[in-house]
């Protein structure tokens, strides 16, 4: 059959099995958008900006494993998705990018809208094309999904010339594609699982630390089963948790800096540190000089360039996290015998120890509404099933210390990028994914201004997403860092002029709240959460010098955390 | 210490870049890179010159695979090896009589001496070739330096190991 190449663009994403494409036309994309127009198999999402179609994007990923799908056009529609785009890389979100190009004969004499997207994007994809034939347009978005969504995922553009989308060619989508240059992910060889094994046998101070991995393999009930047959303790990093149910006795909550006491302890203490699809990045490990001095390391992971970058493994199997614990608990069940409890009984009391200093307590208040406290309130009348995003802050950590996840795909924010912005658009693309189920996006009032004309997104698709803003007044974070850090001189961290969020909500045609009283937290987010049909904005007017404890301050190591004055070390 | 990394990389508009961008980005060293076609007209071959300890290199080959461009990858420096770079040295022997003679000769000595060619002459300038390790053309501008140099033009280099075994792709991925 033949068809335009912007036809073959929009077939091509159908043959994927691609719902909804985020994006916003411009000039070079406009065949394209005429393409999209005479269909109806693949839907396409107007949002208000470009960030907000890769945070959408991304979010939709996040929540469903798919990769989300993007398009744009040339010049500021690339160089807007770009922060979305990092934010997918350095979180190893599978994406696909489709960018509109000005047209070859101009590329390369500045022509308006014109920009290298190939270039500007390199270093925050996993790889990107520029397509030069319109008989190229259907393997390359063949290659493109397959790398985005293969091995470690990330995001993939696709840079297409305008007058190559309305040359014709014959269409046929590939069944396979050969990419030499980009070998398949390898597997875990049996010899490293039985050496892996046999170190698990013998630890005395083991734990399970797991990450992102651990989400984007859909290996959750792998990890459980590996974990509860040792009886090992597990904590999940920023991005892992929901891998481990945050209410199981082996769970000893999240690490790193502003991680639970028990958690970091048990690292630092440890004399087997289990890491899954994890890559101890600073904010986890602290100090490297300091950190677990005393274990063995054993890393899982499938991108080889994360093993003995930051912390030398002693074992090291490189392979897909669920593939890799379904043979790592096969090799488990064979030595069933050899699993002795009595090996960790003394370092399990140790970590109950750790544990009864309750490293997250907060004191609550009459007259101040506590963060904390908006967090554990929405768990309660969500059931702690809601999907949760977040922006970039002091809320981010409330609400990954005190939310309480139980499964993965449920908790979405920026981890390795920390993109303010990203909440309430990724919540958007969340929410088309699970039309029936509760989304939340937990935001600041710095954060949600990043991205907050997506609330009109919002309004044209229906989308009733509950914003939990989290108004200290500050940005938050870089208050908490300056009174710890620079003498309380808080230089721009103070939020003057904020608009008056109910009235914004109305304008844009949704539901506003503001709630100024503790004791009026809950009684408000029922009343939202009843509204099942209406996006919410609900303005917590929150204690403003609330800080997030505990903290692993920077140059520190596990065991040097700083924990909420008047709380004891032990 | 130096390592000699030979990459099989796609003969694709823009994949240059992606090595020379991921050196940059990750802060690490190049002494020299060298990029040109093969017998295989689908693959350029390229020769990365750089330092660091052993981790570093380790990090630097993974980093490099994980490229979607690259194909195949070695450090040819952990086996036995061969190294060669070309360089263009551009002298010139000045205008007075009894001086240039002097230079003249001098520039003979040690062309002789590496075994080097003289590819361009005229009356007071002169072009010399030498193809050897980096560690030879090191020498010779060393050897060269009481004459007057214009300018030099170093390839950088390339090399190859001695083994029967060539560098190649590993098999395809099929999606």
Known sequence: MQLTGADIVVRSLKEEGVEYVFGYPGGAALHIYDAFHRQDDVEHILVRHEQGATHAADGFARATGKPGVVLVTSGPGVTNAITGIATAYMDSIPMVVLSGQVMKPLIGYDAFQEIDAVGISRPCVKHNFLIQHVEDIATTIKKAFHVATSGRPGPVLIDIPKDITADVTEFLYPAEIEMRSYPPAPTAQPREIVTAVEATLNAKRPIVYTGGGVVLAKAQEELREFVKRLGFPCTNTLMGLGAYPHDDPLFVGMLGMHGTYEANKAMHEADLIIAIGARFDDRITGTLNGFAPNAKVLHVDIDPSVIDKNIMSDIAIIGDAKETLVLLNQELERRSDDINPELIKDWWAQIQDWRGVDSLQYEYSDTLIKPQYVVQKLHEITDGEAYVTSDVGQHQMFAAQFYGFSDTHKWINSGGLGTMGFGLPAAMGVKFAHRDADVACITGEGSIQMCIQEMATCKQYDLPVKIVNLNNRYLGMVRQWQEFNYEKRYSNSYMDSLPDFVKLAEAYGHVGMVIENPADVEGALREAFAMKDRLVFMDFITDRTENVYPMIEAGKAHHEMRLRPGMNDK | ?175
Do not use: C, W
């Open chain 2, 1 to 175: 210490m130096r390592h000699i990394i030979s990459v099989l990389l796609e003969n694709e508009s823009g994949s240059l870049s992606r090595v020379s961008g991921l050196f940059s980005a990750r802060g690490y060293n190049i002494e020299s890179l060298t990029v040109a076609p093969t017998n295989d007209e689908t693959l350029s071959r390229m020769t990365i010159v750089t330092n660091g300890d052993d981790r570093k290199i380790d990090q630097i080959e993974k980093q490099l695979f994980k490229l979607v461009d690259v194909a195949a990858l070695q450090d040819i420096t952990v086996n036995q090896h061969l190294e060669r770079e070309v360089v263009l040295v551009k002298v010139s022997i000045g205008s007075e009589n009894g001086d240039q003679q002097s230079a003249k000769e001098e520039l003979d000595r040690v062309a002789d001496a590496f075994n080097a060619s003289l590819i361009d002459v005229s009356d007071q300038v002169f072009i010399l070739e030498l193809a050897g390790s980096s560690q030879k053309v090191d020498e010779l501008l060393k050897a060269l330096a009481n004459l007057q140099i214009i300018e030099v033009a170093r390839s950088g280099a390339t090399g190859l190991t001695s083994s029967e075994k060539p560098l190649t792709v590993p098999p395809t991925s099929a999606g």
